[in-house]
């Protein structure tokens, strides 16, 4: 099994900048890729964007050009750095893994709002 613990989140003004940790432990090794979704109230959670193992990413159209995601050599840590930020991305973020049959894993999500 994978855990998987979010931190980073918090308040942040429109146009300013956050960044985003997950910290990933257990058994790493089938690791295929690490990702971030979001939920905001109301709606359903969205792929904001992943990485995988051979570091290839993918971006949800929305952030693209805003947000970066980025991991560590041993895929035990994967990052989301949010420049650039406005109301829309007012969310809990949450760090997922995929292993290499298909499972996922869900971090318990942290919080990001960007409010004046």
């Known amino acids: 099994q994978v855990q998987l613990v979010e931190s980073g989140g918090g308040l942040v003004r429109p146009g300013g900048s956050l960044s985003l940790s997950c910290a990933a432990s257990?058994?790493?090794?089938?690791?295929?890729?690490l990702g971030w979704y979001r939920q905001a109230p109301g709606l359903e959670r969205e792929l904001v964007a992943i990485i995988t193992r051979d570091d290839r990413t993918t971006y949800a159209d929305s952030v693209k050009g805003r947000f970066t995601i980025s991991r560590d050599s041993a895929m035990n840590t994967v990052y989301l750095q949010m420049n650039h930020v406005n109301p829309g991305d007012t969310a809990v973020y949450y760090c997922n893994a995929v292993v290499g049959g298909g499972w996922q894993y869900w971090g318990q999500g942290t919080q990001v709002t960007v409010s004046s």
């Open positions: 257990g058994r790493l090794f089938t690791v295929y890729a």
